[in-house]
């Protein structure tokens, strides 16, 4: 559940601020912070903390700043490829749904 809470939450903040500070800017510190929290998350000792951590590292924004960057670079020929990733997450969300 703290991944949805996260992805919901940034979702909206980093396509606003990707829009604002602009995209390579907004995926570079996506990404770092991402890095960061992972890390973090890794020594975390109590389930509470690490979900609390996992939920921000969700917040991150990969889903919209990626899918974002991805289309802008693609051909037009290939833009189903975008509609593909978005499936794909959904299919490994369940995976790990049904593995845990």
């Known amino acids: 559940m703290a991944p949805q809470i996260g992805l919901l939450v940034g979702a909206g903040l ?5 829009d604002v500070i602009g995209r ?23 389930y ?9 590292y969700s917040a991150g924004g990969n889903y919209i700043i990626d899918a974002t ?20 997450w959904a299919v490994s969300y369940m995976k790990t749904g049904f593995l845990a």
Request: aromatic letters at 18%.
């Open 14 to 18: 980093w396509g606003f601020l990707a």
């Open 24 to 46: 390579k800017l907004a995926f570079n510190t996506k990404v770092f912070s991402c890095a960061v929290l992972v890390i973090i998350a890794g020594g975390m000792p109590s």
């Open 69 to 88: 960057n991805f289309l802008q670079f693609l051909p037009t020929s290939h833009a189903w490829l975008v509609t593909f990733m978005g499936v794909w």
């Open 48 to 56: 509470i903390s690490f979900t609390s951590l996992v939920a921000l």
